[in-house]
């Protein structure tokens, strides 16, 4: 149990156009979902939070109209990559957690972005 | 700010060696901490986690971490190395903070296991 699927796996986009990443709990109900970013050779880095149904909570420095972010549903959040620049480019993960304790997040395979 | 430390980058082993990784970790409050791997082109797996009880924590694949508050650290283990265990390894603590709960993750240590 608690599988996290991101689709796509990989995108190339170019220079200026907008993408957007599908997170997907598959056999819970993920009342919150994190979103990070992880640069080569780097760990992963907290971009935002987000729980069902409210406006999610960017960490300082992340630009929140760039990086869009809808949890529209207890299984689903997407994370929009507005505007892209090839500084975009990233391993995007996403994670999910039920509600209550113990609060352990499952995370998703990651998408590969390239902005061309 | 609160802070996750991992002592070593990169680490070289050879196969059977022993395997400590050092993590620290920075806040007083309560955390849940984890252990994570990374192998080469794969997604973030997890090795084990200490929520509460025994401060030792045996995880999949013979790894064991071993929590000790005192000195705010959850140091991973492995008695004899694998080839296969050639990966990334990351340590990560789970704050309770602004309401919501946060994970934040130490640099990672870059592993090598040459046969």
């Known amino acids: 149990g608690a599988v996290v699927s991101q689709h796509p796996s990989w995108v190339i986009c170019k220079s200026g156009t907008s993408v957007k990443i599908e997170c997907r709990s598959l056999?819970?109900?993920?009342?919150?979902m994190f979103w990070y970013r992880q640069f080569p050779k780097q760990s992963l880095m907290l971009m935002a939070t987000?729980?069902?149904?409210?406006?999610?909570?960017?960490e300082q420095g992340v630009e929140k109209d760039k990086f869009l972010i809808n949890h529209a549903s207890l299984t689903l959040s997407t994370l929009t990559v507005t505007s892209a620049h090839p500084e975009d480019s990233s391993f995007y993960i996403c994670?999910?957690?039920?509600?209550?304790?113990?609060?352990?997040?499952?995370f998703g395979p990651g998408t590969r972005l390239t902005v061309t | 700010a609160q802070s996750v430390s991992q002592h070593n980058h990169h680490v070289i082993l050879s196969e059977a060696a022993s395997l400590e990784l050092g993590c620290n970790y920075s806040?007083?409050?309560?955390?849940?901490l984890f252990w994570y791997v990374q192998y080469p082109g794969q997604h973030l797996q997890l090795l084990l986690k200490?929520?509460?009880?025994?401060?030792l924590v045996k995880g999949i694949k013979g790894f064991e971490a071993e929590f000790i508050k005192s000195k705010f650290s959850f140091n991973l283990r492995k008695p004899s190395v694998q080839w296969s265990d050639t990966a990334e390894y990351f340590c990560?603590?789970?704050?309770?903070?602004?309401?919501?709960?946060?994970?934040?993750f130490g640099a990672g240590t870059r592993l090598a296991v040459h046969p």
């Open positions: 990560a603590v789970n704050l309770f903070s602004g309401g919501y709960n946060k994970l934040i």
């Open positions: 200490y929520f509460s009880g025994d401060p």
């Open positions: 994670s999910a957690s039920r509600s209550g304790p113990p609060n352990e997040q499952y």
């Open positions: 056999d819970f109900q993920a009342t919150t």
């Open positions: 987000s729980n069902e149904g409210s406006k999610a909570t960017y």
């Open positions: 806040y007083g409050g309560t955390v849940n």
